[in-house]
């Protein structure tokens, strides 16, 4: 028996959790295998009913699990926090450091069909694309030390540090060649090695890396040119390998050039296979509510959870083909849709049904 | 007398610098005011004739000119050096370093005219936009210690120092704010606050600084929201004040989306007045020496260096008249123009030529 620790969180996390469980319920039935799922809370509903974000209680059901679904965390409520307790840094890094969910995969992809909701200009967006971020997601300055204040008045100063090892940097990389062996067989690798000492030894190990992955290319750019590239020509990249902070930003690019990021699940891993799997959007707390929230971004994680996490390959392809079907027929949420076609929106629940029925 | 220090370095440089040296005779003359300049090496042809990309006789005439013009540097001939010896990474910090240059301005503006030269979909470019990236130049990662290296095997880790003091911080964001009251009155102050000790003393300090300019709006966005809010709609933002590392990547995001970085200038500027005055674009080895470069970026630099560094107001406007009638007029390089016009493209000299006359 598979059981899986949900933690829907704040916004739109619970309505579109909703639609998630239906559909794992539909798949477990179809592929006939056991599942059993178990809801925690996080985020600011956390800090509500508990006084912290993560509480101790959603750890250990985390612990006890073989995959964590995450849906969202944060809104106005707990805004005025001080950024230390703020709901989505205190779930998701203490999330990511617990569990040492090193391996974070964006993928970020635009049909040529969808073209027209990417943010591009239309000639650059017709061709589609399909990126891959491998963001490294335990180290860097999110997690190196010293980091804090120091000094006195005008002199005092805020701090960070920059870290990685050469053990990091190693097991992150070959991830991102072995998922481009599955894909296109390149890999971009993102630094400031101009600049960082951190990113001369970021570009020194994946080079070693790369000798054993012969038949992948392998291209080396600056960050600031990364994000430059991202909004002339997406098309060009296949594999993204990042560091933690510089994927942070370049991810968030290639989700809203995708012009759907209601669409764009996500999964971390560590390297026993156990993972946390969440879509990119945020809590969306305006429409929250409301019942008109993508539920795709949700669904495709619980995809990517029963791929990697809890080997249901089939269970997997299926629900992806679904989801396919739904666009292909247009059930669609208002945020797929052009202005003059919202009317036609599907809500949340429409979609989910539909998804679960195509299984 | 102002005397200017030319550093044209490699690439297009030298071809850009000499209609900007013309544009600048051509002004002086008009506005009759004295001016000379002296050329010296810097970047890869300096690392050929003296063995480094910043030799201390420039250095030396930098410190004796009024302003500093400078073209740009790097090429495939230096791109096997070691990156602490990069032309780019040398030459840039190095002079950033010494004349203590913290403040940069990057504007970055599209015409709504020239819309449909932007990256963006032509209904978020048909608006235009006109962003000011204030970065900080001279703290930040770049230059915080420690930096290198510590461990061994695979433990071995490269790390680097992200610091901020109040003061540093203090200084770029009253310029920032003062900028906003000549422009739209609207600070964007981009941090990551959620992660980075550096950035919650940062955000402190600029609501610190806000009070004393009660008529600007002050907002902050973390950086992976501002990446991504440029490429949905660059037209919400005003001034953008960036600390080092997140100005470096907005920028150059800036830059890519008015899809013209051939004529975007920039300046950094230290706290007596002293600058340096540079094009966004690099040295684009693939076109130099072929005179079809875009020279304006390196001619609205000058106007820009005789506007802040030698007080030439006056002059600085009728440079950038100028500028605009040459767009109005169709004067331009082949980069302005669709796929369908390259044939009508002016080249560098033409364009320069065209716009000492309108002076
Ligand atoms: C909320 C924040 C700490 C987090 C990050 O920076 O990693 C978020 O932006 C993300 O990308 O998951
Ligand atoms: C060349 C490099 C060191 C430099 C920087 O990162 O500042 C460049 O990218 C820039 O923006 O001027």
């Known amino acids: 028996m598979s059981s899986i620790a949900i933690l829907a969180g704040d916004g739109i996390g619970p309505e579109v959790m909703q639609e998630a469980k239906k559909v794992l319920a539909a798949v477990a039935d179809k592929f006939n295998f056991p599942l059993s799922t178990q809801d925690y809370d996080v985020g600011g509903c956390a800090i509500d009913n508990h006084g912290e974000a993560l509480p101790a209680s959603t750890v250990k059901g985390c612990e006890q699990a073989d995959a964590i679904l995450f849906g969202s965390v944060g809104g106005p409520k707990w805004e005025n926090l001080p950024p ?3 709901p989505e840094r205190c779930a998701l890094l203490g999330l990511r450091g617990h569990f040492e969910l090193f391996c ?3 993928p970020a992809t635009l049909q040529p069909a969808l073209a027209s909701l990417s943010t591009l200009r ?5 061709s589609g694309f399909d990126v ?3 963001r490294e997601l335990t180290g860097d300055i999110y997690f190196g030390q010293p980091k804090g204040r120091k000094g006195e008045g005008e002199e005092e100063s805020g701090f960070d540090t920059m870290i990685y090892s050469r053990k990091e940097i190693r097991r992150i990389a070959r991830l991102a060649f072995q998922a481009a062996q599955k ?3 390149k890999v971009t690798s993102v630094d400031k090695a101009n600049v960082l000492a951190t990113s ?4 020194e190990v994946v080079n070693e890396v790369a000798q054993d992955y012969p038949d992948v290319a392998l291209e080396h750019l600056y960050v600031d040119n990364a994000a430059m ?5 997406p098309n060009q990249f296949d594999v993204m390998l990042c560091p933690n902070l510089f994927g942070d930003i370049l991810s968030d690019i290639c989700a809203m050039i995708t012009g759907s990021m209601g669409m764009l699940p996500s999964a971390s891993l560590n390297s026993s296979g156990f993972g946390m799997y969440e879509p990119a959007g945020g809590s969306a707390p305006d429409i929250a509510g409301q019942g008109i929230a993508n539920p795709i971004a949700q669904i495709l994680s619980a995809a990517l959870m029963l791929r990697y996490s809890l080997n249901q390959g089939a ?3 299926a629900i992806e083909a679904a989801v396919a079907k739904a666009l292909d027929e247009g059930v669609l949420t208002a945020d797929l849709l052009p202005a003059e076609q919202k009317h036609l929106a599907k809500r949340t629940a429409e979609v989910g049904d539909f998804i679960c029925q195509a299984i």
Chains 1, 2 share one sequence.
């Open 84 to 86: 230390t307790e703020q």
């Open 104 to 106: 974070n995969m964006r």
């Open 122 to 126: 239309s000639d650059i967006a017709s």
């Open 132 to 134: 891959l971020v491998m």
């Open 183 to 185: 894909r296109n067989n």
């Open 200 to 203: 001369i030894l970021w570009r």
């Open 229 to 233: 590239q991202l909004v002339r020509d």
């Open 315 to 317: 269970a997997a392809d």
